[in-house]
Every structure is written in C-alpha cells, then in structure tokens.
C-alpha cells in the first residue's frame, strides 16, 4: 500500500512541473528509489536550455545515489556533486558515511558554485535556491540484509549578500519500521 502511494505522488507530481523529484520508501526488508527523469541545464546568462531524460539514480557498488536541485556546473573547476559521490562511495562503508562526508567536502565548492550563480544569474538564483532545499541527496544502502538510506538537504541563505549552506540530516540506518522520504526541486511539487 504505501509503496504505490508514493509512487502515485511521483507520477503526479513528476507529469505536473519542471522542476525534479525523487522518492525513496524504506521498509524492513526492501528499499525502492523513484525519480522522474527530467534535467535542466541553464547557463550563465540565465537562459534556459531544453530540457533532457537522464537517470538520476545512480549506483556505485552496492549504493544507489539520488540527487535533486542544482547538482553541477560545468567548466574547469566546476563542481559536479554525482562524480564527488562516485569518489566518495568507492570508499566508505554506509550510506550515512557518504552523507557525512559529502556535506563535509561539497560544502565549500558547493558555496562557490551558489556565488557564481548568484552574481551571474540572480534572478535564477532567486527562484531556483534563495531560501529553498537547492541541493537534496539520498544515498540508499542494503547493508547486512537490511535496507537503510542518509537524506541531505542543502538549504540555501544569503547572509550579507553571499549565499550560505544550512545541511539537514535524515538518516534512517535502522529497519524498525516503514518509512518514506519525498524530495523535490522546487519544493512545491509535493506540498
């Protein structure tokens, strides 16, 4: 039952904007990740490129790797948060571990990115990041025969005029109960 609940909401929600969604439901024995496939690529002078199909979902080893929002920016020292993760999980053991990790080597490249986009393109920031979860990641695991999954959200702040990350931790490691999480850029799509 509520494994098609929340898939119904991200088909309903996914068919209903461009913006991006990713859903994960946990219960004790499985873990099921859905997404739409819609990405967005904008460029500096804040004009919007068509949109493509692409997978969000990505696997590394035994982890399954999701993200939402502004992800990557191209160019030489652009930050690409899906090839941090693949680096990332080669070598941690859990999924809250690549969580944890992430938010401690994405924070300040991420920052950069957010200020290049703000300078560049501030009315696209407006809508896309100011005050909002501009970044969310789900890293899901089967890890000794149980599911578990770490939820990040990067909310951004301007805090004199420069944008700033504020990290929320989701995590559930632990299979006692069926849980579920819904992310989505923007975030009007599932409220």
């Known amino acids: 039952m509520w494994t098609a609940c929340c898939l119904a909401v991200l088909v309903f929600s996914a068919g209903a904007s461009d913006g991006t969604t990713v859903v994960i439901l946990r219960s004790e024995t499985y873990i099921v990740i859905g997404a739409d496939s819609l990405v967005s690529i904008s460029n500096p002078r804040g004009t919007a490129l068509p949109g493509f199909s692409s997978c969000k979902i990505m696997t590394v080893g035994r982890f399954a ?31 809250v571990a690549i969580a944890d990790r992430f938010d401690k080597v994405a924070r300040t490249p991420y920052q950069k990115l957010l200020l290049r986009f703000l300078k560049n393109n501030p009315k696209g ?32 702040v301007l805090k004199e005029n420069v944008p700033t990350v504020e990290i929320t931790a989701n995590d559930c490691p632990n299979p006692a109960s069926t849980t579920y999480v819904i992310q989505s850029q923007p975030p009007a799509i599932v409220r």
């Open 65 to 95: 790797i999701a993200l939402t929002g502004t992800v990557a920016q191209g160019g030489v020292g652009g930050f690409n948060a899906y090839a941090m993760l693949k680096n990332i999980a080669l070598q941690e053991k859990t999924a």
């Open 125 to 156: 920031f407006d809508r896309a990041c100011r005050n909002k979860d501009c970044l969310q990641l789900i890293v899901a695991d089967y890890n000794g025969g149980h599911p578990a999954y770490a939820a990040r959200s990067f909310k951004v």
